[in-house]
């Protein structure tokens, strides 16, 4: 079976500071890890993924994560974060291995990111 | 492209009223999904369709059917609605994920429902 966990409910950061959103996982075999950013009322909006190869991630707007597999992280990551980041993000992982309907993502809980201005 | 569309945005059911939601997306994609999201449990995937003409079981499918008659267009029913059905569901639709790559899911904008 695979999980991700999104330990923090909430962040909450100040404008210009650097961003952190936690993501761990768990699958039997090699895995497939996504972000994704949802914004009030609006569908799940893709921002990078880690499919394979170099440990770190760059995406849309600015973000980047980087892949750890020796702590079965992929936490996501920005230098200095915008008012317009805040969102809820989510953490999704698929196994690498996996066949029939476990080919599916699994996503986390979400966490709800404030930028403060 | 418009990409994923979902129709309706909106809908306030009565238990025991049915209703379909209709998903639609213009990128040729093989792959559909119907998710459910609620507070603090991230989506939750009801069923999904690997082409025309095929369904499959997901996480959370009881109280579901769907029907993926057209490759474009991926239809969520709900025979007899109930209060817990009351959520927010998001549709997807993805190349084909098989192989050594993973593609990207691709989502509509979501239709809220409330179940009375």
């Known amino acids: 079976a695979q999980s991700v966990a999104q330990p923090e409910d909430q962040v909450n950061v100040a404008e210009g500071n650097p961003l952190t959103v936690k993501c761990t996982y768990s699958v039997s075999g090699n895995p497939y890890l996504f972000w994704y950013v949802q914004y009030p009322n609006r569908g799940l909006q893709f921002l990078l993924k880690?499919?394979?190869?170099?440990?770190l991630v760059k995406g849309s707007y600015g973000f980047e994560a980087e892949f750890n597999k020796s702590q079965t992280s992929f936490h996501l990551k920005k230098p200095s974060a915008l008012v317009s980041d805040s969102a809820l993000y989510f953490c999704a992982v698929r196994d690498m291995s996996s066949s029939g309907s476990a080919r599916q993502l699994t996503f986390g809980s979400g966490t709800q990111l404030t930028v403060l201005p | 492209n418009a990409g994923v569309t979902q129709t309706p945005k909106f809908r306030v059911l009565k238990t025991g009223q049915s209703m379909t939601l209709l998903c639609a997306q213009d990128?040729?994609?093989?792959?559909m999904y119907w998710y459910r999201q609620d507070p603090g449990m991230g989506l939750r995937l009801i069923h999904y369709?690997?082409?025309?003409?095929?369904?499959a079981k997901g996480e959370v499918p009881d109280g579901y059917n769907v029907s993926r008659l057209k490759k474009q267009n991926f239809l969520l029913g709900l025979e007899s609605a109930a209060p817990s059905q009351t959520s927010v569901y998001f549709c997807a639709s993805s190349p084909n994920p098989a192989g050594t790559s993973y593609n990207e899911q691709f989502f509509g904008p979501g239709t809220r429902l409330t179940v009375l």
């Open positions: 990128m040729n994609h093989e792959y």
């Open positions: 369709s690997v082409g025309e003409g095929t369904t």
């Open positions: 880690y499919i394979t190869g170099d440990n």
